[in-house]
T-cell receptor
Framework: AQSVAQPEDQVNVAEGNPLTVKCTYSVSGNPYLFWYVQYPNRGLQFLLKYITGDNLVKGSYGFEAEFNKSQTSFHLKKPSALVSDSALYFCAVRGGSNDYKLSFGAGTTVTVRA | EAQVTQNPRYLITVTGKKLTVTCSQNMNHEYMSWYRQDPGLGLRQIYYSMNVEVTDKGDVPEGYKVSRKEKRNFPLILESPSPNQTSLYFC?????????????FGPGTRLTVT
């Protein structure tokens, strides 16, 4: 069975500082990995994905994530956080092209203080 | 505008009274899915559909039914709702081939069962 762990319920950073949201995964095949963001009272929005290729993927709003196969991790990063980045972030994994289920982590609440 | 719509957005009902939450997408997506979001548990998949008349169980299908008679619609049916189905529900859709496409989420339906 596939699973996703987001070890931090909350991440607090000051505006302008680097932001990292951690994610580790467990799948039986090659992982397809995704990050989504949820703003208050809204549905989830896609940020970025890793399917294959370069381990560093860039996405929306200046976010990027690094795939690390040996550590089974897919951490989300932003070099300089904004107050508007405050939201709930979800990591998700699909276990390869023959797996049609998407498993989400429990989510990490990010608060960026001015 | 490309979107996933859900109705109703908010619903309060009583135990045992059958209800349907509708979901519709206008992007000609093959794949559609229902999730429930609960605090500390993230999103859990209820059912998904690969195409018209093709549906399969997700991680938490008990107490729910779905149907996919048309490509654009994927209603979620609770035949006898119980208080443990009080949750925030999201419908999502994506292109199916290889399923390495990101999912588009609806705005959510907040259901309370008393």
């Amino acid at each position: 069975a596939q699973s996703v762990a987001q070890p931090e319920d909350q991440v607090n950073v000051a505006e302008g500082n680097p932001l990292t949201v951690k994610c580790t995964y467990s799948v039986s095949g090659n992982p397809y990995l995704f990050w989504y963001v949820q703003y208050p009272n809204r549905g989830l929005q896609f940020l970025l994905k890793y399917i294959t290729g370069d381990n560093l993927v860039k996405g929306s709003y200046g976010f990027e994530a690094e795939f690390n196969k040996s550590q089974t991790s897919f951490h989300l990063k932003k070099p300089s956080a904004l107050v508007s980045d405050s939201a709930l972030y979800f990591c998700a994994v699909r276990g390869g092209s023959n797996d049609y289920k998407l498993s989400f982590g429990a989510g990490t609440t990010v608060t960026v203080r001015a | 505008e490309a979107q996933v719509t859900q109705n109703p957005r908010y619903l309060i009902t009583v135990t045992g009274k059958k209800l349907t939450v509708t979901c519709s997408q206008n992007m000609n997506h093959e794949y559609m899915s229902w999730y429930r979001q609960d605090p500390g548990l993230g999103l859990r998949q209820i059912y998904y559909s690969m195409n018209v008349e093709v549906t399969d169980k997700g991680d938490v299908p008990e107490g729910y039914k779905v149907s996919r008679k048309e490509k654009r619609n994927f209603p979620l049916i609770l035949e006898s709702p119980s208080p443990n189905q009080t949750s925030l529900y999201f419908c999502a859709s994506s292109f199916q081939p290889g399923l390495n496409y990101e999912q588009y989420f609806g705005p959510g339906t907040r259901l309370t069962v008393t």
